[in-house]
């Protein structure tokens, strides 16, 4: 039975008809994109849940794959870290952007912690996973050593007052306003956010001379 513009021959269903030029997918490469990107959610749904220390054997084993896939995608955890680090970076470095960044030294001061506690909270298991494994690691060195660079500079953009404070003061913001700071009130000294929240704006205060 023929109907126009579709037509079946006994049983078989209508043949799919591709436009000239079009490509059909590729399913080993499909299966292949999933495959790499299990891996990735693996690593990084390890972090978050506390796993700091994750090796490729727990990774192949939460991705649900062999040992040898994980290598097959990626050479080695170097690979790996760095891989990750691309597709994360635009949301972690995102955290920290934005806000109200005026007003008084004071309120801006209060601002630029509440932006940092809330991406320090979200980002804990992240950092401290990195910190965890950066001395092994020349990726995590370098992407760290990166990311400091970015947070000094965006310190400086609310609050610049910063570039009149002798060095040693500006050092003081830096470690005042920093991840170690944060979680040593938040992890060793049992502080909640806002008490900790309540420390580094006394310190902050003190370093520019606030009354």
């Given amino acids: 039975m023929t109907k126009a513009g579709n037509r079946s021959i006994g049983n078989k269903p209508d043949a799919v008809i591709h436009s000239p030029g079009e490509k059909k ?43 040898r896939t994980v290598f097959r995608h990626f050479a080695d955890m170097e690979a790996l870290f760095a891989t990750i680090d691309t597709q994360l970076r635009d949301g972690y470095e995102g955290l920290y952007l934005g806000g109200d960044r005026d007003g008084t030294l004071e309120e801006r001061i209060r601002h630029a912690i509440e932006r940092r506690a809330a991406a320090y909270e979200k980002l804990s298991s992240l950092m401290l996973s990195t910190r965890a494994l950066m001395w092994r690691s020349p990726v995590l060195q370098k992407n760290y050593g990166r990311n400091q660079r970015g947070l000094r500079k965006d310190l400086a953009s609310w609050l610049p007052e910063l570039t009149g404070l002798p060095t040693v003061r500006k050092e003081m913001v830096d470690a005042a306003s920093s991840f170690e700071t944060w979680d040593r009130l938040r992890t060793h000294q049992g502080l909640s956010v806002k008490a900790c929240m309540d420390v580094v704006y006394e310190m902050l205060r003190l370093a520019f001379d606030v009354e």
């Fill in 25 to 67: 997918p590729d399913g080993r490469l499909l299966r292949t994109e999933r495959s790499r990107q299990l891996i990735i959610d693996a690593l990084c749904g390890l972090v978050q849940e506390g796993t700091l220390v994750p090796t490729a054997q727990t990774v192949a084993e939460r991705a649900g794959v062999g040992i």
